[in-house]
């Protein structure tokens, strides 16, 4: 866990979306060339901290040896980014076996390995703002859970947050090996 000062550069700070995709961009190729594949990159406040946490995974799973390792490869290449004005701990860890499904590769790996998830509404539905089931289909717009003989689609926009219970038998892999995958 290495922790970055930096001055103020700029007038006012970036987006912490915008933050973690330029992260992001930079290190998956690094990460997926090492041999693990990139879950997450997320930039939040804890306390009076900034934190950059990445996310990592592979068949087997993440030992704090393979944290950093990861640390190690992709610290050099986001101080030369220099994306972060303020003060922030860069934290390199396993995605774990509990995740938040924030991007539609997430959704789509729960949906092809028939996850069960659950998923959290803005505005109550049928009296429930909490949903449990399967993803059996996603059209990026569309989802549609399944649970026991019951079936919903859920609009994304409804969707508040979806969370999933990684088996440690499933394997992830990044986008680079599926499309390696693919094209075979």
Same mark, same amino acid.
């Given at each position: 866990m290495? !922790?970055?000062?930096?001055?103020?550069?700029?007038?006012?700070?970036? /987006?912490?979306?915008n +933050?973690?995709?330029k992260? *992001?961009?930079?290190?998956?190729? #690094?990460?997926?060339?090492?041999? =693990?594949?990139?879950?997450?990159? /997320?930039?939040?406040?804890? &306390?009076?901290?900034?934190?950059?946490?990445?996310?990592?995974?592979?068949? &087997?799973?993440?030992?704090?040896?393979?944290?950093?390792?990861?640390?190690?490869?992709?610290?050099? +290449? +986001?101080?030369?980014?220099?994306?972060?004005?303020e003060? =922030?701990?860069?934290?390199?860890?396993?995605?774990? @076996?509990? *995740?938040? $499904?924030? *991007?539609?590769?997430?959704?789509?790996?729960?949906?092809?390995?028939?996850?069960?998830? @659950?998923l959290?509404? =803005?505005?109550? #539905?049928?009296?429930?703002?909490? =949903?449990?089931?399967?993803? @059996?289909?996603?059209?990026?717009?569309?989802?549609? $859970?399944?649970?026991? !003989?019951?079936?919903r689609?859920?609009?994304?926009?409804?969707?508040?947050?979806?969370? /999933?219970?990684?088996?440690?038998?499933?394997? @992830?892999?990044?986008?680079?090996?599926?499309?390696?995958?693919?094209? !075979?």
């Amino acid at each position: 866990m290495a !922790e970055k000062k930096k001055p103020s550069q700029k007038n006012g700070a970036s /987006a912490p979306k915008n +933050i973690a995709a330029k992260v *992001r961009a930079e290190v998956e190729s #690094v990460i997926t060339q090492a041999g =693990y594949s990139l879950w997450d990159v /997320a930039y939040y406040k804890e &306390g009076p901290e900034m934190i950059l946490e990445i996310s990592i995974d592979r068949a &087997g799973g993440i030992s704090i040896n393979d944290c950093s390792e990861v640390t190690k490869l992709i610290e050099p +290449i +986001i101080d030369e980014l220099d994306p972060i004005e303020e003060s =922030y701990c860069l934290q390199v860890s396993s995605a774990g @076996t509990v *995740r938040t $499904l924030s *991007r539609e590769e997430h959704i789509r790996f729960a949906c092809d390995n028939s996850l069960d998830v @659950t998923l959290g509404l =803005y505005v109550a #539905v049928d009296g429930s703002k909490e =949903y449990k089931g399967a993803i @059996t289909s996603f059209d990026g717009e569309i989802l549609v $859970l399944q649970n026991g !003989e019951s079936t919903r689609e859920f609009n994304m926009k409804q969707i508040s947050k979806i969370n /999933a219970e990684i088996d440690t038998e499933i394997e @992830t892999e990044s986008a680079e090996e599926k499309e390696e995958t693919e094209d !075979e």
